[in-house]
Each structure stands twice: as structure tokens, then as C-alpha cells.
């Protein structure tokens, strides 16, 4: 079993930066693909950026290339999603997932655990 808890989410005006981050407890991280993905009102989850076993290999959603930014730190059990940028269109809860995988994934039917969300507003 993983476990993991999201934080780094609130309220921002358009145009501002917020860090989420995942921290993750359990079987051993380095061991997990890692990925964020995102869900709106009245929306599918959405793939939002995804990160391999040694953050050596990333994707990003075209959503988010070039302001958003996935890293993680095996030594601490953490994943972060720097976001730059914000749109309003931004605006959703953030989910952090794991799986069981050295490689990148990008569906989230690959992705066997789930933190509980993060959300994050961004205002226009």
C-alpha cells in the first residue's frame, strides 16, 4: 500500500505561480511512476504531468508545457508540481497518483493509489 496527501493548493489571482506537493508513505517510492492529473466541475480527471522512477523521464499535458513543472525527491517521498502562470482555466481539484511502474504513464487507469485532492482556484 502507498498512502499519499497533497498540499499546496488555494486561491490565486491569474498569472500567479502556487507549488503542490504529494507526500507519499508506504512501499518504497523510488519503487513508483509518479503523476498529477486534475478534475473540474463537471469534468473527467484529466492527465495533467507524470514523472518516472528517478525523475530522470517527464511528460506534461500540451495544457500545461511550459509553465508547469513535475519534480520529485526519493530521499524525502515527495512529488511537487510547480505551476507558473495560472489561468482561471487552471482551476480544479489536483489529484497526486502512484503507480507500480519505473516508467511514465500518462492514463489514470494505470495508477493504483490516489492522495484525497488539492484544490486550486484561480481567479481572473
Known amino acids: 500500500q502507498v498512502q499519499l496527501v497533497e498540499s499546496g493548493g488555494g486561491l490565486v489571482q491569474a498569472g500567479g505561480s502556487l507549488r503542490l506537493s504529494c507526500a507519499a508513505s508506504g512501499r518504497t517510492f523510488s519503487n513508483y511512476a509518479m503523476g498529477w492529473f486534475r478534475q473540474a466541475p463537471g469534468k473527467e480527471r484529466e492527465f495533467v504531468a507524470t514523472i518516472n522512477w528517478n525523475g530522470g523521464i517527464t511528460a506534461y499535458a500540451d495544457s500545461g508545457k511550459g509553465r508547469f513543472t513535475i519534480s520529485r525527491d526519493n530521499a524525502k517521498n515527495t512529488v511537487s508540481l510547480q505551476m507558473n502562470s495560472l489561468k482561471p482555466e487552471d482551476t480544479a481539484v489536483y489529484y497526486c497518483?502512484?503507480?507500480?511502474?519505473?516508467?511514465?504513464?500518462?492514463?489514470?487507469?494505470?495508477?493504483?493509489?490516489w492522495g484525497q485532492g488539492t484544490q486550486v482556484t484561480v481567479s481572473s
Open positions: 497518483a502512484a503507480a507500480g511502474s519505473s516508467t511514465i504513464l500518462y492514463n489514470a487507469y494505470d495508477y493504483g493509489y
